[in-house]
């Protein structure tokens, strides 16, 4: 999406393929850019989305008929396998030296492979981690991260484990935000959610948190895998099946999320609908 001047007139102009075809929409801003902007381009987006979001909806649908399906064992199993994929891609996507099959191991069948100790009990503690993500009653909180973050790190990374960062960090060469600012971005962060979870779709709604979530990167150490957790917390919150960002596939998260927050969540709304087209054209 971007800005376009048509002679002393500016418009935003959007691109985006649906049934197999380039459609190419425009929005009239008038003779000077709105200060709104950002407003006006994230609306816009949305109104370009409309089949997309049926397309989400239909997912949803179609989803939540079938698990109804499922004994309850059968769900428990199910369960427990995503946990396995969800665990081995978002470690391995930090570094872990755990491969998909001793996820399994440790998780299933509290095997433990002969790799550091550190990776193995991340392991553990992410896959307890993620069940109470996935089950949490209560809305998202700092203190809710914050306790997200102590189980997982609490027995490899006890200096950071649980707290905010009081120093300055670098991803790449994005410098994340002083220190300072951290609890007023967190702040604002949770005062946006609480107001966008009301008008704005689950899914778009995961994408922008996790984006604007990592940008703040508000622990020292396990952004990724807390901004992941963010993710399957929000879509388990609408009904949602889960999205498994893949370790394979982790340089197209990363050049994703180096994009604006608009690209990030076209990206992620794309790969969702591509990890779930099973469930749409159901009736």
Partial sequence: MKVMKHK???????????????VHREKYLGKEIPKNLEEIRKEFLRECMQGTFKKLNAIRKNFRIEWKKYPGSVKKEILIDLSVSFTYNTNAIEGSTITLHETEDIIKRKISP?????????????????????????????DMLLKWHKE?????????????????????SYRAPDWQEV???????FEWLSKSKKTVHAVELAARAHYKFE????????????????????????????????HKKRKSYYHALSKSENDFVNWLIRKYISAHRKYLGKN
């Fill in 152 to 172: 997982i790190f609490s027995d490899t990374k006890q200096d950071i484990a649980g707290r905010f960062r009081d120093y300055l960090v670098r991803v790449g």
């Fill in 215 to 246: 940008k703040i990167h508000p622990f020292g150490d396990g952004n990724g895998r807390i901004g992941r957790l963010i993710i399957a917390y929000l879509l388990r919150k609408g009904n949602y099946p889960l999205l498994i960002i893949e």
């Fill in 8 to 22: 002393d007139y500016y418009y935003l102009a959007h691109s985006f393929r649906a049934d197999g075809k380039v």
């Fill in 183 to 189: 609890n007023k971005l967190m702040k604002e962060f």
């Fill in 114 to 142: 002969n790799k550091p100790l550190r990776d193995v009990q991340e392991t553990i503690n992410h896959s307890k981690t993620f069940f109470k993500a996935i089950n949490e009653k209560y809305e998202l909180s700092a």
